[in-house]
């Protein structure tokens, strides 16, 4: 799977951006965001399975950001609202055939494909 990540950039405290992520290639289970700020781990953001549409998120970001796939176009898109300084990172898109959504946040292991990163920047 080959995924491309768009939609990143500046937006100053309170206002929204959409990120979007095109997939090509075989099917998968799920699909996400992570995010990693400077100096910071990278974290879990938002997952959906790709068939049932089934949505995570974590608890920064819940009530903020909606996940959401159209299966026709093989794109997810994050839509993200309320921005905070705090949410400034780069942005990957990931995917993977095996683990649902439901465990993105705690999953040890690695995904299958990323996409590149995409910045967003919140201004305070």
Not at 78 to 95: F, I
């Amino acid at each position: 799977v080959q995924l491309q990540a768009s939609g990143g950039g500046l937006v100053q405290a309170g206002g929204s951006l959409r990120l979007s992520c095109t997939a090509s290639g075989r099917s998968f289970k799920s699909i996400g965001w992570f995010r990693q700020a400077p100096g910071r781990e990278r974290e879990f953001v938002a997952a959906i399975n790709w068939s049932g549409g089934s949505t995570y998120y974590a608890d920064s970001v819940k009530d903020r950001f909606t996940i959401s796939r159209d299966n026709a176009k093989n794109t997810m898109e994050l839509q993200m609202n309320s921005l905070k300084p705090e949410d400034t990172a780069v942005y990957y898109c990931a995917a993977d055939s095996f683990v649902d959504a439901k465990f993105w946040d705690s999953w040890g292991g690695d995904f299958d494909n990323w996409g590149q990163g995409t910045l967003v920047t919140v201004s305070s």
